[in-house]
């Protein structure tokens, strides 16, 4: 059995002077849940990724994960962060 266990929102932004369009993976789909993986972000824009992070029952430890923003249009890698969840006993 699986339940939302928090959501969280990160800043995506477009460091370019035209619109672009990026991608937004990660290395753990079973456990983190992009919203929209598609973001349109205007010049010089920024804007929010709400994802949401999915603890099993049985799952009670640290697991490092990594989210990959990517140009949706080439598919080439623009940023990457690393994130460690701590999921603890309920």
Not at 18 to 23: A, C, I, M, V
Not at 57 to 83: G, K, M
């Amino acid at each position: 059995m699986t339940f939302p266990y928090f959501f969280q929102k990160i800043a995506i932004r477009n460091p370019y002077g035209l619109p672009k369009t990026f991608r937004v993976t990660t290395s753990h789909p079973d456990i983190v849940k992009i919203t929209n993986d598609l973001i349109s972000i205007p010049p010089m824009g920024k804007f929010p990724c709400d994802m949401y992070f999915i603890k099993n029952s049985h799952l009670q430890r640290n697991i490092e994960t990594h989210l990959y923003i990517s140009d949706a249009e080439t598919c080439v890698q623009e940023e990457a962060y690393s994130l460690t969840l701590a999921f603890e006993a309920s």
